[in-house]
């Protein structure tokens, strides 16, 4: 049993409204043809056919605010109702009352301590690390979670090595962004392929979106509706290149925020999580309605 946690930070399920949601705009072949047609919005949950299963879960928690990075990610490492313990919603990153729940207690030390193998199959580049060596940078959630669990970080060795992937799956940001010219690129859908591989190696593994996120603040409806037909390719190519009897793919997020491009700020929308793989290992899923349930259903499905 593999599971692979595909997550895209502050992405929503909005209204049906091209103006403000990128996700009505783009254009998803894909993903629309395994939603019977829909798009990607609220009124699309919930939906089940024999492709895939979507739910829509509830990150606000019973917390008022808005939902927050640090504590939304903590609760789907953990499914501890964090902002309800500490009554308040906290990001981007880990102040000490949110940290304290990701030693220990999340899906990656727990199945370390089970004695199988897991991965944050995302590469980090060297500047990363000096971030964070020097102190100007701090960990978010998930990878303060990895190391935590005694886990390394991958870095830019593990890129070129195809050990991981760049953060947009393609690694185009490498050779832009870091003139890394002679870095790994991929063509959308063989990124996919690539993360089915990668994912395979592990018991549970981790990707981390976060560029949706970004637009998202920026309020960018360009750069946002790019990335979702850039997803939309990868996800072809990773669900060609997974077998459902392997295991489950469990894709979801955080909080609302890319969904709405007529506000900067994060949203209180409920947020997609949808669920690809073998129906009998879905049934774990099925009574869940907000984020704290889903780190609780992986661990029953991974026996740890």
Do not use: C
Not at 86 to 107: C, F, M, R, S, W
Not at 147 to 168: C, E, I, K, V
Not at 199 to 226: L, V
Not at 252 to 268: A, I, V
């Amino acid at each position: 049993m593999k599971i692979l946690f595909l997550f895209l930070d502050g992405i929503g399920l909005g209204e049906d409204n091209p103006e403000t949601n990128p996700f009505v705009r783009a254009n998803m072949p894909y993903l629309e043809s395994l939603l019977g047609g829909k798009k990607l919005t609220a009124s699309a949950a919930p939906y089940e056919n024999e492709h895939l299963s979507l739910m829509a879960a509830d990150p606000n928690l019973g917390v008022k605010g808005l939902p927050q990075s640090a504590t939304g990610q903590a609760v789907l490492l953990t499914g501890i109702n964090i902002p309800a313990e500490l009554g308040y919603h906290y990001g981007p990153k880990p102040n000490p009352e949110v940290a304290q729940y990701l030693d220990g207690a999340t899906i990656f030390s727990k199945t370390v301590k089970a004695g199988k193998k897991a991965a944050l199959l995302n590469a980090y580049p060297p500047r990363y690390f000096d971030g964070i060596d020097s102190g100007k940078r701090l960990y978010s959630a998930i990878p303060q979670a990895v190391t935590n669990a005694g886990l390394p970080l991958f870095t830019q060795d593990d890129l070129y090595s195809g050990r991981a992937l760049s953060a947009d799956f393609t690694g185009q940001g490498w050779r832009e962004f870091m003139k890394l010219s002679d870095s790994p690129l991929y063509q959308s859908e063989e990124a996919g392929a690539k993360l089915a591989a990668l994912a395979k190696q592990y018991d549970f593994s981790f990707f981390e979106y976060w560029a949706s996120d970004y637009a998202g603040h920026k309020q960018d409806m360009p750069s946002a509706t790019r990335q979702l037909e850039t997803f939309d390719s990868v996800l072809k190519g990773l669900l060609e290149a997974w077998q459902a009897e392997e295991g489950l793919i469990v894709l979801t997020s955080d909080h609302g925020n890319m969904e709405d491009l007529s506000t900067r700020k994060h949203t209180s929308a409920h947020v997609p999580l949808l669920l690809f793989g073998d129906k009998t290992n879905q049934t774990e899923f099925k009574t869940i309605t907000d984020l704290a349930g889903i780190a609780p259903a992986i661990n029953s499905l991974l026996k740890i």
